[in-house]
């Protein structure tokens, strides 16, 4: 037993500080999420049924959908002032989310982004969490519950979790403890497990893998036996990807662990931008495509699971530093890969494969020599012959030796090939810097029998053709070539220092099942729309709502490929998408209710679609338009009522200067019968009333005043003003002096000056009570004969009679 857990030992150290030439392919090139997340410590990762991502992190709760990197806050009035804490641990379950913290268990549910912080656990600080068919298990430092019941007895000082369906794992910081679920009974299982952080069971071996804080140790589950014991630094998370490979995330970098116990180690590179993240890996996850998600104390890296297309980094096939840039890519009848660029050729024979070998053809190297490096054009013969065309002119292979021998073109000045295409009867198209050449090969003498020269071919066609196919799938940014392979049904691209292998069946398998999901609305670049209006939708905007961000998804966590997308707003014309994180923005969208379709570049019809109800502001609201209707009828009632009562004082102004006019006619007849002198006669009688006849100043006065009233009697605009402005004497003295000689107001003697004068002239019988009433400053007739009447106790009809 000894001398097998040292031969393990040395074994890890060994292939421990192995360089990356003997990495796994598939753990060298890493696809990190943006750099937001090199900020966060992930702890937990989890995957909703709808493909989302979630992350738990030590400040909070992220999703990301492939394109997207959201935080979701916990609302103040869940949790108040007091802080969470570090997010440990996450678990998705059904239609929500369980994140343990450092003060409890919060629950998110999925349909409405609503936190809820859970009644058990409170204050406790969680540590791990699992999922059986019956129950959710919660992990804290002093104990563990079932459902939110607390399980009698628990180990103290646990740290992890893990379930098999029939048993619950515990780690804790000295031993291990098995739960039966169906017995409901607690073992100790192993002692002295110095920090048992992970498990991970191997159910087709009955093998449990135990992280702890020095090593991996795997037992026999059933014997409880150790097989094995396998040093490394502290285990965090053990997890298994498609291909049976342990992966095991520790403080200081990913191993892997082979089915033939062949381990290897992954480690953060500062020089690579795609190299893992950070080495200190907190959570590992497999998702629903079989993608590796790695959470590391400096953000997330993927690696790519079922994806549709792989991506090869030069380094990782040569093994050293030097680079290509590949302008020319052919898959040959025989399987092989031939990349030509701007430093060589590049031959590479059972891609993928244990077996896996190549060959880079370059100037000046003694195994694999050719006369320049830059390689313009591969082309492969009906015979199966390999042909390549660069500044060194043409070579074709000798499979027997595997090198290259050059063929001169005599009547070339430069041999400078940059294209060679097969015709019939054995001849060839061969275009050169300055001609066109129908020509065939001479392998004996190695020369180039030209049998025809003509202008030289436009090339721009068969750019054209490669840049179209690039186009097609979205890699016109991160690739120089591509060619088709029929016999495979795949592309092969060739870019700087990478060349990539695209499964187009396997794409389209994969799209005839795509399908969008609008992930999330942003309002001005400040605000989230509620998750919950999104899946019913019934989202509403508000007026101020100007700037509308649109996310949306097809959860594809591949990375590398990307597709074109086209919207709309209502029936409009489809506009492209020239966002490259899937979002659309929409900005002044007017009053009511739009819908907003989405569809991928190469289908016609909407993949999805969301309906937008814009309010009206306030002053364009149904209730505000009827208040506007009720002012437009009170103004249009006000100005038919002010039309119509000066269409009426007009008409009583001419029927009062008609009754004056009348009126003053029978004056000048009461004037031939001197009973106008009569009437002067009898004021000058009622002026002199002193014993010495004399008048006083206020009998002056008051004489005065009467004189202004009678002169302007017909004026039914006489008031206090017209009679100050006449007199010359303030409102105050003239109220003062009237009210002391005839013990009225002024407006009150006016008045009675004015009935005074009515009941004179209707007494004579000549006039009309009407023109009376006009005669003496009355306009209204109701109002003359209240006033007439409270006068003389008599109606001003009857008085005349």
């Not at 068969?462 to 186009?471: D, G, V």
Request: glycine share 6%; net charge neutral.
């Amino acid at each position: 037993m000894i001398l097998r857990r040292l031969f393990v030992w040395i074994l890890s150290f060994t292939v421990s500080v192995m360089n990356s030439q003997s990495m796994s392919q598939q753990y060298y090139n890493f696809d990190n999420i943006g750099r937001v997340t090199q900020k966060l410590c992930i702890r937990g990762i989890a995957q909703s049924s709808n493909g989302m991502i979630w992350l738990a992190a030590e400040s909070g709760l992220y999703s990301y959908d492939g394109y997207h990197l959201i935080q979701r806050p916990v609302d103040e009035a869940i949790v108040g002032k007091k802080s969470l804490g570090s997010f440990n641990c996450l678990l998705a379950s059904g239609d929500s989310l369980f994140i343990g913290c450092n003060e409890g268990v919060l629950s998110f549910n999925l349909n409405t982004y609503s936190f809820r912080l859970l009644s058990y656990a409170r204050g406790e600080t969680v540590k791990s969490m699992v999922r059986t068919d019956s129950a959710i298990w919660v992990a804290t430092e002093r104990a563990v519950y079932k459902n939110g019941i607390k399980l009698d007895p628990s180990p103290d000082n646990i740290i992890s979790l893990y379930s098999d369906d029939s048993f619950l794992y515990m780690g804790t910081m000295n031993a291990v403890y098995r739960y039966s679920i169906n017995k409901q009974q607690l073992e100790k299982m192993m002692d002295g497990m110095l920090y048992a952080t992970c498990f991970y069971f191997d159910k087709q071996n009955d093998l449990l893998w135990v992280g702890t804080a020095a090593s991996i140790s795997v037992w026999k589950n059933k014997t409880g036996t150790l097989v094995s014991t396998i040093p490394m630094p502290v285990t965090k998370s053990i997890c298994v990807d498609k291909l049976g490979n342990m992966l095991i995330g520790t403080d200081n970098g990913l191993y892997i662990v082979e089915k033939n116990m062949e381990i290897k180690t992954i480690f953060h590179d500062a020089r690579r931008e795609n190299s893992l993240a950070g080495d200190a890996i907190w959570s590992i996850f497999r998702d629903q495509s079989n993608n590796i998600w790695i959470g590391t104390n400096s953000g997330v890296s993927v690696v790519q699971g079922e994806g549709f297309m792989t991506t090869f980094p030069l380094p990782l096939i040569t093994g050293e530093g030097a680079g290509n840039q590949f302008f020319c890519t052919y898959r040959d009848s025989k399987g092989r890969i031939w990349l030509g660029g701007s430093n060589g050729l590049l031959c590479i024979e059972q891609l993928g494969k244990d077996s896996q070998t190549y060959r880079w053809y370059r100037m000046n190297d003694p195994r694999f020599p050719i006369l320049h490096n830059r390689i313009r054009d591969i082309m492969e013969d009906s015979e199966g012959d390999i042909y390549i065309g660069g500044d060194m002119g043409l070579m074709r292979y000798d499979d027997a030796t595997r090198q290259f021998q050059r063929y001169v073109i005599e009547e070339d000045p430069n041999n400078w090939v940059y294209a060679i295409r097969e015709l019939s009867n054995k001849e060839f198209n061969i275009t050169t810097y300055s001609a066109t050449y129908i020509a065939t090969f001479d392998k004996a003498s190695r020369h180039v029998v030209v049998n025809k020269i003509t202008q030289r071919e436009d090339l721009s066609s068969r750019n054209k053709n490669e840049r179209l196919l690039l186009e097609k799938y979205g890699l016109t940014e991160n690739y120089f070539t591509a060619s088709y392979d029929p016999g495979t049904g795949t592309v092969l691209l060739g870019g700087t220092d990478l060349f990539s292998v695209l499964d187009t069946e396997k794409l389209n398998r994969d799209r005839k099942n795509r399908s969008l999901t609008i992930t999330d609305i942003r309002i001005n670049d400040d605000r989230y729309i509620d998750h919950g209006n999104i899946l019913q939708n019934d989202v509403v905007l508000l007026p101020e709502d100007r700037i509308i961000e649109v996310m949306f998804s097809d959860f594809n966590y591949t990375g590398g490929l990307t597709q074109g997308y086209f919207y709309r707003i209502d029936k409009g014309e489809w506009l492209p998408v020239h966002s490259k994180n899937n979002s659309i923005i929409l900005t002044n969208l007017n009053t009511g209710t739009h819908s907003l379709s989405i569809r991928y570049a190469d289908d016609t019809k909407a993949a999805a679609m969301m309906q937008l109800t814009v309010r009206a502001p306030w002053y364009a609201t149904t209730l505000a338009k009827i208040i506007y209707l009720l002012l437009l009828l009170c103004l249009i009632s006000g100005i038919y009522y002010t039309v119509k009562q000066r269409k009426r004082a007009q008409t009583e102004r001419l029927m009062q200067q008609s009754l004056l006019l009348k009126a003053k006619q029978k004056e000048k007849e009461l004037l031939n019968d001197n009973e106008y002198l009569t009437a002067q006669l009898r004021l000058q009688l009622q002026a002199k009333v002193g014993e010495d006849g004399m008048l006083s100043e206020n009998e002056k006065f008051l004489l005065k005043i009467t004189k202004i009233i009678e002169e302007n009697m017909s004026d039914s605009d006489l008031n206090i003003n017209m009679l100050c402005e006449y007199s010359g004497i303030s409102s105050k003295q003239l109220y003062r002096k009237i009210k002391a000689m005839t013990g009225m107001t002024t407006v009150a003697y006016i008045r009675n000056q004015r009935l005074m004068k009515a009941a004179t002239l209707l007494a004579k019988g000549t006039f009309t009570v009407s023109e009376v009433m006009y005669m003496v400053g009355f306009s209204n007739p109701s109002y003359f004969t209240r006033c007439f009447t409270e006068e003389f106790k008599t109606a001003p009809s009857e008085y005349k009679k």
